[in-house]
């Protein structure tokens, strides 16, 4: 079917669904606070270059294991950089959330989709990746069985909202720079990186002489109660650490949660 083209501001809970598909970001859209869209199984979204989602709301975007969601570049010959990111605002957007089994019960995720060609406008690591939760109130999706590759800049970033739990499962990420992962923890946070496959992730020529090519990083400053759980990772090929770890953090690797 032809493209259906979106851009601007989303103000009321919408879905785009099968028969929108293909749409077309041809401007940047925000999905405004107290905002849900929701994005069905099978859909494919394609941004111009340059052209990015901001959540400041809800995104839930949930696949299946036979009929993902693909968001990806509009260009006929795709190349990592074509468009910017899919951004959580964590001044308003909903965090992912779970019930007392550990399941998803609610905000925004990112389940079965694949997001590839991302980081338009990156000139230093960490400017735009390709999934970016920012630090705030809301912040960090739950983000699982996920493919994120042939990105310019990292494939997963972002700050964990304070008091919260952040679970990153069972994803694929190959090809992206500087970090496949990045994560940073800031008080009272626990977040859970786990049964993740890390491939080839290549140095940032714009640090210079210091190899960058990390497959999975996380950060923590200060002292307080945060616990980061890696586990059941398989991390290969990077140009650089497979597991690098900053700051003062409690850090568990491979044991099972």
């Excluded at 785009?16 to 405004?32: E, L, Q």
């Excluded at 109130?137 to 909202?161: E, K, W």
């Excluded at 491939?199 to 210091?210: A, E, K, L, R």
Aim: hydrophobic residues 30%.
């Amino acid at each position: 079917s032809a493209a259906t083209p979106v851009s601007g501001t989303i103000s009321s809970d919408e879905t785009w669904g099968v028969a929108d598909s293909p749409i077309t970001v041809t401007g940047h859209v925000t999905v405004a606070s107290g905002v849900t869209l929701t994005i069905e199984a099978g859909v494919t979204v394609k941004f111009d270059g340059g052209k990015a989602l901001v959540v400041e709301g809800t995104l839930v975007a949930r696949g299946t294991s036979g009929n993902g969601i693909i968001f990806t570049s509009s260009a006929s010959s795709p190349a990592a950089g074509d468009w910017k990111y899919i951004k959580f605002d964590g001044s308003s957007s909903s965090p992912g959330s779970f019930d007392s089994n550990g399941d998803y019960s609610s905000g925004s995720v990112l389940e079965y989709c694949t997001v590839e060609y991302a980081g338009s406008g990156s000139t230093s690591p960490g400017n735009t990746p390709a999934i970016f939760f920012t630090y705030g109130s809301g912040g960090a999706p739950f983000i699982n069985q996920c493919t994120v590759r042939n990105n310019l800049d990292r494939g997963i970033s972002g700050y964990v909202p304070d008091d919260s739990t952040t679970k990153i499962t069972n994803n694929t990420l190959t090809s992206n720079t500087q970090s496949a992962m990045h994560v940073s923890g800031v008080a009272s946070t626990t977040i859970h990186i786990l049964n993740n496959t890390v491939t080839g992730t290549s140095d940032y020529t714009i640090v210079g002489n210091m190899p960058d090519g990390v497959g999975i990083s996380v950060r923590r400053s200060g002292t307080d109660r945060s616990v980061i759980y890696i586990s059941g990772n398989t991390i290969s090929s990077n140009d650089f650490h497979g597991i690098k770890v900053e700051g003062s953090t409690s850090v568990e690797i491979g044991r099972a949660h």
